[in-house]
């Protein structure tokens, strides 16, 4: 009787799992998650998308079209301070008969010590500008809750954020926008529900909550012969991981720093990866289409 009991609340928590586990959303009854972002780095499947992109300090490297795409395709645009400028450079190195086809803003948020007062002024006549001078958070966190507001007072549901940044430069800002994501959970500068990834050159990365996730990877990922993934303990030891799908699975293993940090680790060709951890960690994988235009050709003409 007790076989057959426990036989029925397995089937019933299954069923649970597959009705509420959503993309990237937690189930408070089971703590599951799963994540795909096919929709945001696929050009055709952005506008079923509900995503905001912020455009950070920092060089935009990845691929013209595919930027271009994300951000017209995006319900919000955001410039934080010196991200302004990065982007005016970005659409002035655009084809002429291509710049009047990119939106403008709808924000411009910063305490705006990097943004040129020509490039400000340049865009405060036709953009949303709100200045954030508290400098007990970065300007990052702050576009994050600028942005929550934004979208409360036009009532827009946005399901993710995209930030373009770099993990080049200053140490201490790539650091500091690893803080951020953190942030985003523990003070809620956005929604409960939504995702906030940060896309660095052709890297996306975000946080993998205690818990279990299961993380689709894409096609051109997952094969891509020079494939990366890593699964880093950020602020504590994450006492427990367990993976499938990788390369160099782990088992019920503690990751620390000092000991065992999953670094260039790889994909074993499985379309999903799973990850069951204690602790919060940073996941990163290379998606080689954000910078590579064969990818971002082949996807815009999948039959040649």
């Given at each position: 009787m007790n076989g057959t009991l426990n036989n029925m609340v397995g089937m019933i928590c299954n069923v649970l799992y597959m009705q509420l586990n959503n993309c990237g959303t937690s189930c408070n009854l089971l703590k599951c998650w799963k994540?795909?972002?096919?929709?945001?780095?696929?050009?055709?499947?952005?506008?079923?998308?509900?995503?905001?992109?912020?455009?950070?300090?920092?060089?935009?490297?990845?691929?013209?079209?595919?930027?271009?795409?994300?951000?017209?395709?995006?319900?919000?645009r955001v410039?934080?301070?010196?991200?302004?400028?990065?982007?005016?450079?970005?659409?002035?190195?655009?084809?002429?008969?291509?710049?009047?086809t990119i939106k403008l803003?709808?924000?411009?948020?910063?305490?705006?010590?990097?943004?040129?007062?020509?490039?400000?002024q340049k865009y405060t006549k036709s953009c949303k500008v709100v200045h954030t001078p508290d400098q007990n958070y970065t300007d990052f966190s702050k576009a994050l809750m600028e942005l929550q507001k934004h979208c409360?007072?036009?009532?827009?549901e946005i399901e993710d954020v995209v930030t373009i940044c770099q993990s080049s430069g200053r140490l201490d800002q790539i650091l500091g926008n690893i803080q951020t994501l953190f942030?985003?959970?523990?003070?809620?500068?956005?929604?409960?529900?939504?995702?906030?990834?940060?896309?660095?050159d052709d890297a996306v990365s975000w946080l993998l909550c205690p818990g279990h996730h299961i993380i689709s990877i894409p096609e051109p990922t997952r094969l891509h012969k020079r494939a990366?993934?890593?699964?880093?303990?950020?602020?504590?030891?994450?006492t427990n991981m367990t993976t499938s799908g990788l390369k160099w699975n782990l088992d019920d293993e503690p990751l620390r720093f000092g000991e065992l940090v999953s670094t260039s680790n790889t994909f074993d060709?499985?379309?999903?990866?799973?990850?069951?951890?204690?602790?919060?960690?940073?996941?990163?994988?290379?998606?080689?289409?954000?910078?590579?235009?064969?990818?971002?050709?082949s996807e815009s003409n999948p039959n040649p």
């Open positions: 994540w795909d972002i096919t929709q945001l780095i696929t050009r055709q499947l952005q506008m079923q998308a509900k995503y905001a992109v912020l455009i950070l300090n920092r060089p935009i490297t990845q691929n013209q079209e595919f930027i271009t795409s994300l951000w017209n395709n995006a319900l919000v410039t934080v301070d010196g991200g302004t400028n990065r982007w005016d450079k970005f659409l002035k190195e655009l084809p002429d008969s291509e710049q009047n803003p709808d924000l411009i948020t910063g305490d705006f010590d990097s943004i040129s007062q020509d490039i400000l409360d007072q036009q009532e827009l942030l985003a959970k523990e003070k809620t500068l956005l929604r409960p529900n939504t995702r906030l990834y940060i896309m660095t990366w993934c890593s699964l880093v303990p950020i602020g504590a030891t994450c060709g499985s379309e999903k990866v799973t990850v069951k951890c204690s602790n919060t960690v940073l996941w990163s994988m290379r998606v080689p289409s954000l910078t590579d235009a064969h990818y971002v050709r």
